[in-house]
């Protein structure tokens, strides 16, 4: 069993920025971002694989987000530029097992979640 606590969320203004952490209570394997506005599915925002040797990235977010892991305080960075509007909702952490390339998008593939922080951009 693995417990994710996610931390970093706040409001911000349209083109500033925010870094979220997700800390893990012991080791994980593949872990990812996904987000839910008011109204909408939970979707995929961003994964990265166990040795962090390669991330995925919903075309949404791409060049503005950046997904990043520290193995050695077992947590999960998501630097987030250029915030739009559209980038306000809960985001939440999840972590996996090993998983092929295609599984990293869908939330199905996923055991563990945070309880999820609250991004807010105003514009």
């Known amino acids: 069993q693995v417990q994710l606590g996610e931390s970093g969320g706040g409001l911000v203004q349209a083109g500033g920025s925010l870094r979220l952490s997700c800390a893990a209570s012991?080791?994980?394997?593949?872990m990812g971002w996904f987000r839910q506005a008011p109204g909408n599915d939970r979707e995929f925002v961003a994964a990265?694989?166990?040795?962090?040797?390669?991330?995925y990235y919903a075309d949404s977010v791409k060049g503005r987000f950046t997904i990043s892991r520290d193995n050695t305080k077992n947590t999960l960075y998501l630097q987030m530029n250029s915030l739009k509007p559209e980038d306000t909702a809960v985001y939440y952490c999840?972590?996996?097992?090993?998983?092929?390339?295609?599984?990293?998008?869908?939330?199905?593939?996923?055991?563990?979640w945070g309880q999820g922080t609250q991004v807010s951009v105003s514009s």
């Open positions: 999840a972590a996996g097992g090993i998983l092929s390339a295609v599984s990293y998008f869908h939330r199905g593939s996923y055991a563990y």
């Open positions: 012991g080791r994980t394997f593949a």
């Open positions: 990265i694989s166990a040795r962090a040797d390669t991330t």
